[in-house]
């Protein structure tokens, strides 16, 4: 049976029919995050939303009960005169952190006290934060428990945001910015607390490198697809725990209206930085921030170009990480006239070249006439009497496109001296291991 077109609804009820009827499912044409999302949907149950019956006022910790009220009375300033009128059974309630006087999961996560997090197993509700060096190695660790609305700031406070210095065109002056946007750190971190599958008992991770910043959480992506939530920009109809993203919206802890994860795309661009890369494999999702411009001409592109829509950003993001681009971004950034070139290959157009003063660097990436580097092998070998691999390599290596890589440079000169040789130009008086090319009289 393919149930692809059906809508998310329709999907689950067809595979819960077929299943109940122990019928053979065909998902060849669902990857493995939808076929999680759709089960996930199927139980109505939200692990976040379970009282804990053992549990009260006592496991809670004092200081983060004081920050969820101010955190609360900032959020909705009407309600800030009641606020500090009422108990603590009775803002938990109000702040839809229990149900009926009654703790939940939710109220514990936020605002458990550290001795609480039994309460809670065999969850694991821990923040790992990893400082590693540029070579991958471990300079430091901290670990972070309840309760987490504390413990958020705690990560924060641990992340190094240096200042990151670059030149713009045209200018002596440095700008100087932080590395990373504080609302890009917080929003990654509650993004993690919020969707984390805690019945998997694994920990966050924040994983700060030299330049960059990653964000693991367990479980698998929610809404299924990232670029759907960047484009349409509009409120999720599925949260794996909504008592808990609830919660966390009532004290300023996440957007669950939407938008979050689109914001980090327009705060990196708005700084000329790479997208965030999302990684969604083995029920995991991966998040990494780059701290720097990756790409000088696509900074100047961004800037020069003040009408890219945030479509184009994305396609032209992939350009400059040399990602693959689907026929529908090559088709998008090819009809702007932004890129030129074969797939996977592609560059910076001679339009966007000229505008952003990178004349230079387009001519290096357009790959030169194929005959070209023939006539220059041969009048190479004319001139020298013959010439070796490395004599061959050292004369095209620099010629070729600066988009080639090293392994690409290498297969480029052996299939032009296939060519010589087949066409019986050249002929190789050496042996395979130390060619040696002569012109053939």
């Not at 065109?169 to 971190?189: H, N, S």
């Not at 693991?216 to 759907?228: E, H, I, W």
Request: aromatic fraction near 8%; hydrophobic fraction near 40%.
């Amino acid at each position: 049976m393919n149930i692809q077109h059906l809508d998310s609804a329709s999907k689950l009820d067809a595979l819960l029919a077929l299943t109940a009827e122990s019928e053979v499912v065909e998902f060849k044409e669902l990857n493995l995050e939808e076929i999680e999302r759709i089960r996930a949907q199927a139980t109505l149950e939200d692990w976040s939303a379970a009282i804990v019956p053992d549990a009260g006022l006592d496991d809670l910790d004092d200081e983060a009960l004081r920050v969820a009220r101010n955190n609360f009375k900032s959020k909705f300033p009407d309600k800030a005169v009641d606020v500090d009128a009422w108990d603590n059974a009775t803002f938990l309630n109000k702040a839809k952190l229990s149900i009926k006087g009654k703790l939940t999961r939710t109220a514990l996560i936020l605002l458990g006290n550290n001795e609480a997090e039994h309460f809670l197993l065999p969850a694991d509700v821990k923040i790992r934060w990893i400082l590693k060096d540029h070579l991958g190695n471990d300079r430091d660790y901290a670990l972070f428990g309840l309760p987490m609305l504390l413990a958020v700031d705690k990560v924060y406070a641990k992340i190094r945001n240096l200042k990151y210095r670059y030149l713009p065109e045209g200018t002596l002056f440095p700008e100087e910015i932080d590395q990373y946007e504080p609302y890009a750190i917080r929003e990654a971190v509650n993004n993690c607390l919020a969707h984390q599958d805690y019945s998997l008992a694994g920990r966050i991770n924040v994983i700060e490198g030299d330049e960059t910043l990653t964000f693991t959480n367990l479980g698998s992506f929610a809404p299924g697809d990232v670029k759907r939530v960047v484009m349409e920009d509009a409120p999720e109809e599925y949260y794996r725990n909504r008592f808990l993203a609830t919660a966390m919206f009532n004290l300023k802890m996440v957007e669950t209206a939407g938008g979050g994860i689109r914001k980090l795309f327009l705060l990196q661009s708005a700084r000329f930085f790479p997208l965030p890369d999302y990684e969604l494999s083995s029920n995991r999702v991966k998040l990494k921030l780059t701290g720097k411009v990756l790409n000088m001409d696509y900074a100047r592109l961004l800037a020069s170009t003040g009408d890219l829509t945030l479509s184009e950003i994305m396609a032209l993001d992939k350009v400059q990480k040399k990602l693959s681009l689907s026929n529908d971004e090559e088709k998008l950034l090819k009809a702007k006239f932004l890129i030129e070139g074969r797939k996977p290959n592609f560059y910076i157009s001679q339009k966007v070249a000229q505008k952003i003063g990178k004349k230079a660097s387009y001519s290096k990436n357009r790959a030169l006439d194929k005959q070209y580097y023939l006539d220059m092998i041969c009048r190479a070998i004319g001139e020298h009497g013959s010439l070796n691999r490395k004599d061959i390599n050292d004369l095209l290596w620099n010629k070729l496109p600066d988009w080639m890589s090293d392994k690409q440079k290498m297969y480029k000169i052996g299939n032009l001296m296939g060519e010589l040789r087949r066409n019986q130009v050249t002929v190789n008086k050496g042996s395979m291991a130390t060619p040696q090319w002569v012109l053939v009289k």
